[in-house]
């Protein structure tokens, strides 16, 4: 089972109680559907299919759809709709739908712009269709492939996929805010909201009064942001969040083989090399459940420099292909940026290889909010433990 983080950007209210955390399992590798037997919910599925979809959907009698619960987001309940075989559909019309209830929500301007940006990408066919929206809630393709494994990170053509597709990702024009105030507004929060954090359970006290004494976050946050901020990093429209758990591999047998990227709980404009250094760190951790606390870490895991040079010239050359589009006018003007900054190998890895001190420090933070409030069977400390750690040997191996 796979850990994919959400967007549970926590509020002090919460920390406080005021607010009660329903964070759910989710299931990654693997895609584990149980039936469903609420008949509230499949009757609030049926509804909102019959009237969103329309077509075969709304014709559809009750005793002829089917509701499976996907296991299970972190703050959505997810549910995969489907009608039988015997009912006729036009070539059109999906006979598998996913239902995504939202849960309770912690920030209600990053929903917000999740679900603008969901649509958007919908629309421009880069992420699943858009079925439906409601208000508690929206109707999305459902794409029957599994996520990655961690140790396919390190795969040159998997790889070389991933940086074109994450090249392709940067080059999106979307109607948001250019100003890349993502990752230092969310350190902010995240360091307040930790210097409120108590546990009642007196080992978990202990451990993170341990973890405070190891770094003093003001100070580091200073000056990390002022080292990245004079890396003038160009901002584009980044995911923030690229591991493994938020990349589909896409094998159907009869096509070539190819990744999505899936899941923008974080997307926003941002600095590119923080995309960059939050990957290369992804390749040394796997989440999964039948590991103690959750998780694995592969010390020797992130990237040589020889495996970040492939990554960097795949990302270089679709980046280069899209700028040549433009020139030959073969690309949307209103939907891709025209101004994508050419780059060099060795600019690309500066940038990713000083950010991902900034993905260590982000998911310390976030790491231990979690430890706090989230009901998820999941070693939160520990895992801040060693982001910290990794993040002290980085910036040593970095000559800090």
């Given at each position: 089972?796979?850990?994919?983080?959400?967007?549970?950007?926590?509020?002090?209210?919460?920390?406080?109680?005021?607010?009660?955390?329903?964070?759910?399992?989710?299931?990654?590798?693997?895609?584990?559907?149980?039936?469903?037997?609420?008949?509230?919910?499949?009757?609030?599925?049926?509804?909102?299919?019959?009237?969103?979809?329309?077509?075969?959907?709304?014709?559809?009698?009750?005793?002829?759809?089917?509701?499976?619960?996907?296991?299970?987001?972190?703050?959505?309940?997810?549910?995969?709709?489907?009608?039988?075989?015997?009912?006729?559909?036009?070539?059109?019309?999906?006979?598998?739908?996913?239902?995504?209830?939202?849960?309770?929500?912690?920030?209600?301007?990053?929903?917000?712009?999740?679900?603008?940006?969901?649509?958007?990408?919908?629309?421009?066919?880069?992420?699943?269709?858009?079925?439906?929206?409601?208000?508690?809630?929206?109707?999305?393709?459902?794409i029957p492939f599994r996520d990655l494994f961690t140790t396919e990170l390190a795969d040159p053509m998997i790889s070389t996929l991933i940086a074109k597709r994450l090249a392709e990702f940067?080059?999106?024009?979307?109607?948001?805010?250019?100003?890349?105030?993502?990752?230092?507004?969310?350190?902010?929060?995240?360091?307040?909201?930790?210097?409120?954090?108590?546990?009642?359970?007196?080992?978990?006290?202990?451990?993170?009064?341990?973890?405070?004494?190891?770094?003093?976050?003001?100070?580091?946050?200073?000056?990390?942001?002022?080292?990245?901020?004079?890396?003038?990093?160009?901002?584009?429209?980044?995911?923030?969040?690229?591991?493994?758990?938020?990349?589909?591999?896409?094998?159907?047998?009869?096509?070539?083989?190819?990744?999505?990227?899936?899941?923008?709980?974080?997307?926003?404009?941002?600095?590119?090399?923080?995309?960059?250094?939050?990957?290369?760190?992804?390749?040394?951790?796997?989440?999964?459940?039948?590991?103690?606390?959750?998780?694995?870490?592969?010390?020797?895991?992130?990237?040589?420099?020889?495996?970040?040079?492939?990554?960097?010239?795949?990302?270089?050359?679709?980046?280069?292909?899209?700028?040549?589009?433009?020139?030959?006018?073969?690309?949307?003007?209103?939907?891709?940026?025209?101004?994508?900054?050419?780059?060099?190998?060795?600019?690309?890895?500066?940038?990713?290889?000083?950010?991902?001190?900034?993905?260590?420090?982000?998911?310390?933070?976030?790491?231990?909010?979690?430890?706090?409030?989230?009901?998820?069977?999941?070693?939160?400390?520990?895992?801040?433990?060693?982001?910290?750690?990794?993040y002290i040997t980085h910036k040593k191996q970095l000559g800090f």
């Amino acid at each position: 089972m796979t850990r994919s983080r959400s967007s549970s950007v926590v509020s002090l209210s919460e920390l406080k109680g005021d607010v009660e955390d329903k964070s759910l399992e989710r299931a990654g590798d693997l895609i584990r559907l149980t039936k469903c037997e609420d008949a509230d919910i499949i009757s609030i599925a049926y509804k909102y299919c019959s009237k969103c979809l329309a077509g075969a959907w709304a014709l559809c009698k009750p005793e002829k759809f089917t509701v499976n619960i996907l296991n299970g987001g972190l703050t959505n309940y997810m549910y995969v709709c489907e009608v039988v075989d015997d009912v006729h559909f036009k070539s059109h019309e999906p006979r598998k739908v996913l239902l995504r209830i939202y849960g309770d929500i912690v920030d209600q301007k990053q929903r917000f712009y999740e679900g603008v940006i969901f649509t958007l990408l919908s629309e421009r066919g880069i992420g699943p269709k858009t079925f439906g929206v409601f208000n508690s809630g929206r109707i999305e393709e459902f794409i029957p492939f599994r996520d990655l494994f961690t140790t396919e990170l390190a795969d040159p053509m998997i790889s070389t996929l991933i940086a074109k597709r994450l090249a392709e990702f940067h080059s999106i024009n979307l109607p948001l805010s250019k100003e890349p105030t993502f990752l230092w507004e969310n350190i902010e929060k995240f360091i307040e909201i930790c210097s409120e954090i108590t546990f009642e359970e007196e080992t978990k006290q202990e451990r993170f009064e341990k973890l405070k004494k190891k770094i003093n976050v003001h100070l580091e946050y200073k000056w990390l942001r002022k080292m990245l901020t004079d890396l003038n990093s160009p901002v584009v429209f980044s995911h923030n969040d690229l591991q493994e758990g938020n990349i589909l591999y896409i094998n159907t047998g009869d096509v070539n083989t190819d990744v999505k990227i899936v899941d923008y709980d974080y997307s926003s404009f941002n600095y590119r090399g923080f995309d960059f250094g939050n990957h290369f760190c992804e390749w040394m951790y796997e989440y999964k459940s039948h590991h103690e606390n959750g998780f694995k870490v592969f010390n020797n895991g992130f990237p040589s420099r020889s495996q970040q040079e492939l990554f960097a010239q795949q990302y270089i050359k679709t980046t280069n292909e899209i700028l040549n589009s433009f020139s030959e006018n073969k690309i949307d003007h209103q939907k891709f940026k025209y101004d994508l900054t050419p780059c060099s190998v060795e600019a690309l890895l500066d940038e990713g290889n000083k950010f991902a001190l900034a993905s260590h420090f982000f998911w310390l933070l976030w790491s231990v909010i979690q430890a706090r409030l989230s009901k998820i069977h999941f070693g939160y400390l520990e895992y801040a433990e060693v982001r910290l750690e990794a993040y002290i040997t980085h910036k040593k191996q970095l000559g800090f």
